[in-house]
């Protein structure tokens, strides 16, 4: 028989340790959409684990691809060294990116893309001349990862108030969200657009347009609650940013990869970043990596301010382009490209939505939003206890119903594996409808 899990020493990220451990919520074993709870149950995988696995869990290429690599070299510094599979892997991501965005930075996972993008904006503008632009703006209830950088330009106020000031010279945007009007919208929601233009009319006009260095946005909030951009938002952003000067960043950690039919938001949106950050499935998730990608004029302007046998850029990291990271990347983009899973994700999106918006009537349902293979449910909270609706649900999802979904607040989060079909699409919304009913 096995011993009795050990729980105490273990310090669990972002947790009710003392929670979790009175009646640990297990899983062992990862498959296509399922994963296996360590009792022994098939789950469904609601969520992609993490919003990460976009090509379904244990793809055998992928798994493969780091068995080899694994034993053919371990390690391989990538300061004033390099090896061949960290260009194979910038040259593969540049090729789906769009047009123009082709200069790639590798880092670890989505909170060191952050920062590395924030810092990558700010030493653009000071090799230019314009060291006055130090100021970075973000949005409230945006999620950038737990760096410092990530933190103070996030707009989330549980994850920052544990931690004192963070960066100076940040401020924020509104968020889109907005139920009073836009309740139930399928796709883009229709008001709102009029928030991006805070930006300038508010915030600009405070600080003066010539001290901003960037501005960082999720094109869908995904960790808050599945936030959907207004119809032409990010456009206005884009028109507001170019007009000024001011770097425009895409966080992409959740949007990249197909979760919206198409290769990143930036493709979805029509609306072209300076910097797009990556991570998650660019590796499905399997072994972590990060990534920044940047537009050739960013680049060059580095490649521009040095002599040739100075550095560019004081910063990276030690697994900066990891060989089995690579390997595992090249694997899941060849991947994505051969089952065409971006495309799938387009063509099944319209059957997601439906199935989605069929809890409409359900007790408490306040709002349902979607887009591509994303979708958020916000319910109303039980009095005075705000989440606890929503974690309940979660709860009976996963030991009754053997299902994986994600809340934030009272809001439930789906993003499954862009592999699920049709029939999994029905399960996922009836377990959870039933969930939801019979927690009411
Ligand atoms: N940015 C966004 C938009 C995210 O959703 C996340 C994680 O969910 C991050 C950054 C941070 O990524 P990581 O947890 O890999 O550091």
């Not at 233009?197 to 006009?205: N, P, Q, V």
């Not at 072209?272 to 940047?294: E, F, Q």
């Not at 799938?344 to 069929?358: G, S, V």
């Amino acid at each position: 028989m096995n011993s009795p899990l050990q729980t105490e020493h273990l310090w669990m990220p972002f947790t009710a340790n003392r929670q979790f451990k009175e009646k640990p919520r297990l899983l062992s074993k990862a498959e296509g959409m399922y994963y296996q709870s360590s009792d022994g149950r098939q789950i469904l995988d609601g969520t992609a684990g993490l919003w990460c696995v976009n090509a379904g869990h244990n793809h055998p290429k992928i798994v493969a691809a780091i068995q080899q690599q694994a034993a053919t070299m371990d390690f391989a510094p990538t300061f004033q060294m390099g090896h061949p599979l960290a260009f194979e892997a910038a040259t593969k991501l540049a090729e789906i990116t769009p047009t123009g965005m082709d200069r790639v930075f590798f880092c670890n996972d989505g909170s060191e893309g952050v920062d590395t993008a924030l810092k990558i904006a700010l030493a653009y503008h000071r090799i230019r001349g314009e060291a006055g632009r130090f100021r970075l703006i973000g949005r409230e209830r945006g999620y950038h990862g737990v760096g410092f950088g990530g933190i103070s330009v996030g707009g989330i106020a549980g994850n920052r108030k544990q931690f004192g000031p963070g960066l100076s010279g940040i401020d924020h945007l509104p968020h889109p969200l907005d139920i009073t009007r836009n309740a139930f919208s399928k796709g883009l929601p229709v008001h709102g657009e009029e928030l991006a233009g805070i930006l300038e009319t508010r915030l600009l006009a405070l600080h003066d347009p010539t001290t901003v260095a960037a501005v960082i946005v999720e094109p869908i909030q995904g960790s808050t609650g599945v936030i959907i951009p207004p119809k032409d938002y990010l456009r206005r952003l884009r028109d507001i940013c170019s007009k000024h000067g001011i770097l425009l960043i895409f966080d992409e950690v959740i949007t990249g990869f197909g979760r919206l039919g198409t290769a990143f938001g930036a493709d979805y949106f029509d609306v072209i970043p300076d910097m797009i950050i990556c991570a998650k499935g660019l590796t499905n998730a399997a072994v972590p990596m990060g990534a920044v990608v940047v537009n050739t004029a960013i680049y060059d302007s580095f490649m521009a301010s040095s002599p040739k046998d100075s550095i560019e850029l004081f910063h990276g990291y030690t697994y900066s382009a990891h060989p089995l990271a690579c390997a595992a990347a090249i694997a899941t983009l060849e991947v994505y490209q051969e089952e065409q899973l971006f495309e799938r994700a387009a063509q099944i999106a319209p059957y997601f939505e439906a199935a989605a918006h069929q809890l409409r009537d359900l007790p408490h349902v306040r709002d349902i939003r979607n887009l591509g293979l994303v979708c958020g449910i916000e319910l109303s909270p039980q009095a005075g206890k705000t989440t606890t609706r929503a974690f309940d649900i979660f709860e009976k999802c996963f030991w009754e119903k053997d299902l994986l979904i994600r809340t934030t607040g009272d809001i439930i989060a789906l993003s499954p594996p862009l592999i699920i079909n049709h029939a999994q699409i029905e399960q996922l919304f009836s377990k959870l409808a039933e969930a939801i009913r019979e927690h009411a």
